[in-house]
């Protein structure tokens, strides 16, 4: 079981830097692989839950990284296994980055933008890009 806490989120200038963490307590942190996604504001018509995009994920040790073609240049995850936390630094920010940003835990790294492989999820921090 792991319990991921997301925080850094906030408002933001288009252009702007930020930087989220990501972090969850005890050892078996450093084992799993992380990915982040944003799930845009708001619901479609049929009310179903907005669709969790696929940001970037890092492999256990970080010498791994894979990126959405929207964000690779621009972002940049990292991971620290001392201090149980992965980062995501966001640079040249837009407004459609603008959403509610989670982690999640995944037994093994892949190169592929499913959220299906996570099976463990934080509760998400927002950034909000203003133009």
């Known amino acids: 079981q792991v319990q991921l806490v997301a925080s850094g989120g906030g408002p933001v200038q288009a252009g702007d830097s930020l930087r989220l963490s990501c972090t969850a307590p005890g050892p078996v942190f450093g084992s799993y692989a992380i990915g982040w996604f944003r799930q845009a504001p708001g619901r479609d018509r049929d009310f179903v839950a907005p669709t969790r995009h696929f940001v970037a994920s890092i492999n256990w040790s970080g010498e791994d990284t894979y990126y959405s073609d929207t964000v690779k240049g621009r972002f940049t995850i990292s991971r620290d296994n001392t201090q149980n936390t992965v980062y995501l630094q966001l640079t040249t920010v837009k407004p459609e980055d603008t959403g509610n940003y989670y982690c999640?835990?995944?037994?093994?790294?892949?190169?592929?933008?499913?959220?299906?492989?996570?099976?463990?999820w934080g509760q998400g921090t927002q950034v909000t890009v203003a133009s």
């Open positions: 999640a835990a995944a037994h093994q790294f892949y190169r592929s933008d499913s959220h299906e492989p996570y099976g463990y």
